[in-house]
């Protein structure tokens, strides 16, 4: 028996807070949820999807490195059309990606650069 759910949330350290919240509602879809700062004084905001929730961390100790995740989409052709007229760069073009289960057969992936050099992959 499975003592986790689900993954809670998804935590970004990134530069300039406004830039990196503005960026994921605007192209993303996410609407704010919850605004924190801390007791050492760091700022946090909370951004929600769905039941996804993605932290965003006012970044105190440098750049992240070697980080992706990855929004699901049912209109992956629609989506990736939107990011890249949208002028968000393209790091991988699309391409076929292995299914994990049924529901992904034919799926393809790409990924795109978040405004931290975070990479945001797309499925579907």
Known sequence: MAI??????????VENLNISREFYKKY?????????ITNSNIH??????GDTILE???RTDGKIA???????TDDFD?????????????????????ARELREEGWRRAVFK????????IRG
């Open 4 to 13: 986790f759910k689900k993954i809670d949330h998804i935590a970004l350290h």
């Open 28 to 36: 993303f879809g996410f609407s704010d949820h919850y605004e924190q």
């Open 44 to 49: 946090i905001s909370y951004l929600k999807l």
């Open 56 to 58: 965003l961390v006012g």
């Open 66 to 72: 070697g980080f992706h995740w990855c929004m699901e």
């Open 78 to 98: 629609g989506a990736v059309a939107q990011l890249c007229e949208k002028k968000i760069e393209l790091v991988q073009a699309p391409h076929p990606t292995d």
């Open 114 to 121: 978040g405004p931290d050099g975070e990479h945001i992959e």
